[in-house]
């Protein structure tokens, strides 16, 4: 007899959210999908091209991710949807049986492909890659991303770079409402898989709330907050946040995509916000920067070079624990691939740890005095040298 696994129909949960403890406007709940429960606040690392960079999936879960992001607009133009769909999906392609978000490809056609142009049905663009063709329109975007088999897929939006004028903010919003509503008819809802919308609307607070509202109207699994975290003070974004929140439902997830610095998260999880995603864990890991409970920590200052200490003693992640400074400092600067890899392991490592602390602290309501804990813990700074 054949055993059902998650990813059969008949075995899926439905897709959906609880509220488990909420602490002011702080959350704490669970979303259901088809390859398993993500526990919010959350965190979810990236993976572009279908991998975390410097990574073994085994060790990103092992850290506490319950789930990760692909890039639909750089896994449509290679390996190809299409390709990944006839190896079994992007679960079994990448050895992730976990949840995964995928985005819609809208922001790195925006900011990647070259000789783009956009109207009302699609973008029309050339590949970053080789210069081929493509044509993405809302219907082609869910189409890649049901062939990918991402748990949770995204509406294609316009995002618009700030700052800027009022009259482009809002035709851009307009036309990712209109999008919004083919997205909806286009995508196939297979048991535990969901749909989410995405508010647009710059720095404008009306604006904000007017697509936030168009979109509750038209109804989604969940709802992202895009365009933020593209060139505004930190300010401006928590103002928006601020705004916009209170317009969306309370029984749906809510995404702020493409965020960010651990102060960035923070702030944003005392707005409402349950999910995030970001490239700069792993960028910086790359670059010789390492997150730590005390700020943030650059291994390539000669400061390090004679320093037998590890990064965090406390640390769970033995990348921080058990490998000295010095030793560190000479991987980045000899620019050897280990430093990036442990440095990467740090700093993942480092940002699940700080979303199972809001997560504990929500529930415990004491939200605000943990908060207040944590940004004491960045200003005190690093170790002072030996």
Partial sequence: MTVPTPTDPAAAPAFGFRRIATDGMARRGEVTTAHGAIRTPAFMPVGTQATVKTMYPEQVRALGADILLGNTYHLMLRPTAERVDRLGGLHRFMNWPHPILTDSGGFQVMSLAKLRKINEQAVTFQSHIDGSRHVLSPERSLEIQGLL????????????????????????????????????????????????????????????????????????????????????????????????????????????????TPDDIVESVGRGIDMFDCVMPTRAGRHGQAFTRRGKVNLRNARHADDPRPIDEESTCPAA????????????????????????????????????????????????????EVKAGWARGDIPPL
Wanted: aromatic residues 8%; charged residues 25%.
């Fill in 321 to 372: 624990r058990d490998y000295s400074r010095a030793y560190l400092h000479h991987l980045v600067k000899a620019e050897e691939a280990l430093g990036a890899m442990l440095l990467t392991w740090i700093n993942l490592s480092y940002y699940q740890d700080l979303m199972a602390g809001l997560r504990a602290a929500i529930e415990a309501g004491r939200f605000e005095d943990h908060k207040a």
């Fill in 149 to 260: 088999g991402s748990d949770i897929q995204m509406q294609l939006d316009e995002c618009v770079a700030l700052p800027a004028e009022r009259a482009e903010i809002e035709r851009a919003m307009r036309l990712s409402l209109r999008w919004a509503e083919r997205s909806k008819a286009a995508f196939f809802g297979k048991p535990g898989h969901g749909l989410f919308a995405i508010v647009q609307g710059g720095d404008d607070e009306a604006l904000r709330v007017e697509s936030a509202r168009a979109l509750t109207a038209i109804g989604f699994h969940g709802y992202a907050v895009g365009g933020l975290a593209v060139g505004e003070p930190q300010d401006v974004m928590l103002r928006i946040l601020s705004a916009t929140t209170p317009e969306l439902p309370e029984d749906r997830p809510r995404y702020l995509m493409g965020v960010g």
